[in-house]
Every structure is written in structure tokens, then in C-alpha cells.
């Protein structure tokens, strides 16, 4: 009976983290529809302040700065049934608010964690978020001014040859973009990863080095089964940096065992 006491108060407790998460991920989309970057000059600096207006409101005003850089020159952004400008602003405040809630949600879920980790574990588990949350905002960076400009003009560049006029569903381009955001900002997770499962004692140091055939294979499967087209080049916008991770992490790897093992030569 006590254990049945348990289980419904962990999962009472569950409940109320998982409800504070959703209210301040629901806060933030909530600000992000309702309110607009209204700009204002203070002592030379261009600043901006929130203004009520559900219409133009942030998160389509970020739609349209994806817009204006992201889409190719030629072709038009439509929308071709009544809401999906909307539905495309939802998708973005829901992202904004996801990656902006992140420090509430490790934290709210390490809390939750914690009585079943000692607390050194629990503090790792803490030490190791914001460099996942930075990892995460810069691969999302890369993917925004790097990798999804190119592959949208590349795929484009097709309907440009044969003299064709393209038009781009604003619900297609706006999944399409925060599809390429998540990738990435999850790609660039994997030196932490690899770290994370080092310290942990799940692998060893030769581990990453003695399987880098196999790993740069998966990664390059993973980069063609992400990329919506077949033409093989727009799947290195992926694969590339993911290797280029791995190998990063595989060498900040293998620098912490030599240091470690200089210091014991040491003392």
C-alpha cells in the first residue's frame, strides 16, 4: 500500500513539474501572439519595447525575417488556405518558447530526478545544461545563416533553369526551417554526448576512435534520410558538421585522458 503511496505522489509531483513547464511554454507563445517589437531610439542605440497587437505580433515578425533571409530571390512565399499564416506563426512561437523555456524545463526535470541520483550526479546532470542549451542555440545559428539558405537556393535553382515561376506554401517553408533548426541544434549535442558517456564509464576513450568508420557511415545515413531531396549534395550540409562534431568530440576526449593521466604521472 505504500508503494502504491509512492508511485501516485511521484507522479502527482510529475504532473506539477510538467505543468509548470507547459505554463511557461505556454506563456511565452501567449507573449509572442499577442505582442510586437515596436522600435525606439534611446541615446543613439535602436531599442525595442513590447506593443499590444495580436496582428503583426512577434512571432510574425519573425516569420517574415525568415522570409526576407531565408528565402530564395524569385520565388514567392503564398498561402493557400485560410489559417496557415497563423498555424506558421504558432510553429515559431512554439520553438521560441521551447528553447527559451530550457533552463525551467532542466530544471524542472532535474528536480524531479534528483532523489533518485546522488547529489554530485545531480550537479553534473545541471553543469552539463548550459552547455547543452548553448550547443543546441548554436547549431540552430549555423543552420539559419548557413545550411538552410543554400539548400533552399539550390533546390530552387531548378525551377529558375526552366524559366518557371515557384511558389512556396508559407506552412511547407516554415516546417521546412524549424525542421533544419531542431536537426542541427540536436546535431551539435553529439560532442556532449560522447563526453557525457566517457566520464559516465559507458565507453572508454579508444571507443570513439576504433569505430569512426561505422560512426562517419551513420552519420552520413542520417544526413541523407534528413535532407528532402536526393541529389546527394545538399546532405552534406549535415553529414559534414555532424562528422566534424564527432571528431571534435572524439579530440576533447582524448586531450582530457592525456591531461588526467599527467596529472597522476605528477603526483
Same mark, same amino acid.
Given at each position: 500500500?505504500?508503494?502504491?503511496?509512492?508511485?501516485?505522489?511521484?507522479?502527482?509531483?510529475?504532473? *506539477?513539474?510538467?505543468?509548470?513547464?507547459?505554463?511557461? %511554454?505556454?506563456?511565452?507563445?501567449?507573449?509572442?501572439?499577442?505582442?510586437?517589437?515596436?522600435?525606439?531610439?534611446?541615446? &543613439?542605440?535602436?531599442?525595442?519595447?513590447?506593443?499590444?497587437?495580436?496582428?503583426?505580433?512577434?512571432?510574425? $515578425?519573425?516569420?517574415?525575417?525568415?522570409?526576407?533571409?531565408?528565402?530564395?530571390?524569385?520565388?514567392?512565399?503564398? $498561402?493557400?488556405?485560410?489559417? $496557415?499564416?497563423?498555424?506558421?506563426?504558432?510553429?515559431?512561437?512554439?520553438?521560441?518558447?521551447?528553447?527559451?523555456?530550457?533552463?525551467? %524545463?532542466?530544471?524542472?526535470? *532535474?528536480?524531479?530526478?534528483?532523489?533518485?541520483?546522488?547529489?554530485?550526479?545531480?550537479?553534473?546532470?545541471?553543469?552539463?545544461?548550459?552547455?547543452?542549451?548553448?550547443?543546441? #542555440?548554436?547549431?540552430?545559428? !549555423?543552420?539559419?545563416?548557413?545550411?538552410?539558405?543554400?539548400? /533552399?537556393?539550390?533546390?530552387?535553382?531548378?525551377?529558375?533553369?526552366?524559366?518557371?515561376?515557384?511558389?512556396?506554401?508559407?506552412?511547407?517553408?516554415?516546417? !521546412?526551417?524549424? $525542421?533544419? /533548426?531542431?536537426?542541427? &541544434?540536436?546535431?551539435?549535442?553529439?560532442?556532449?554526448?560522447?563526453?557525457?558517456?566517457?566520464?559516465?564509464?559507458?565507453?572508454?576513450?579508444?571507443?570513439?576512435?576504433?569505430?569512426?568508420?561505422?560512426? #562517419?557511415?551513420?552519420? %552520413?545515413?542520417?544526413?541523407?534520410?534528413? *535532407?528532402?531531396?536526393?541529389?546527394?549534395?545538399?546532405?552534406?550540409?549535415?553529414?559534414?558538421?555532424?562528422? &566534424?562534431?564527432?571528431?571534435?568530440?572524439? #579530440?576533447? %576526449?582524448?586531450?582530457?585522458?592525456?591531461?588526467?593521466?599527467?596529472?597522476?604521472?605528477?603526483?
Amino acid at each position: 500500500m505504500s508503494e502504491l503511496h509512492g508511485i501516485y505522489a511521484h507522479l502527482a509531483e510529475l504532473k *506539477t513539474r510538467l505543468i509548470r513547464i507547459v505554463i511557461s %511554454i505556454g506563456a511565452i507563445i501567449g507573449f509572442l501572439l499577442s505582442f510586437r517589437a515596436e522600435p525606439f531610439w534611446y541615446n &543613439g542605440f535602436k531599442l525595442y519595447y513590447p506593443f499590444p497587437d495580436p496582428l503583426h505580433n512577434l512571432a510574425a $515578425q519573425i516569420t517574415n525575417h525568415m522570409r526576407m533571409n531565408l528565402v530564395p530571390e524569385g520565388v514567392q512565399l503564398i $498561402q493557400t488556405a485560410p489559417g $496557415q499564416a497563423f498555424y506558421a506563426q504558432v510553429y515559431v512561437a512554439a520553438l521560441v518558447g521551447i528553447v527559451v523555456s530550457m533552463p525551467i %524545463i532542466v530544471r524542472e526535470l *532535474t528536480k524531479f530526478i534528483a532523489p533518485a541520483f546522488s547529489d554530485k550526479e545531480i550537479h553534473s546532470v545541471q553543469k552539463v545544461a548550459i552547455p547543452a542549451i548553448l550547443l543546441f #542555440i548554436a547549431g540552430a545559428v !549555423f543552420s539559419y545563416f548557413t545550411a538552410i539558405p543554400f539548400i /533552399l537556393d539550390f533546390l530552387y535553382q531548378y525551377g529558375e533553369s526552366v524559366g518557371a515561376v515557384t511558389f512556396l506554401s508559407i506552412m511547407e517553408f516554415v516546417t !521546412f526551417v524549424l $525542421q533544419f /533548426l531542431l536537426a542541427f &541544434g540536436l546535431a551539435f549535442q553529439l560532442p556532449l554526448i560522447m563526453y557525457a558517456a566517457t566520464v559516465s564509464g559507458i565507453t572508454d576513450v579508444k571507443f570513439w576512435r576504433n569505430n569512426i568508420r561505422y560512426a #562517419i557511415v551513420a552519420l %552520413i545515413i542520417i544526413g541523407a534520410i534528413v *535532407t528532402p531531396d536526393g541529389s546527394g549534395i545538399t546532405m552534406w550540409f549535415i553529414s559534414g558538421p555532424m562528422i &566534424g562534431l564527432y571528431l571534435a568530440g572524439m #579530440i576533447i %576526449i582524448e586531450r582530457r585522458e592525456r591531461k588526467i593521466k599527467r596529472v597522476k604521472s605528477e603526483n
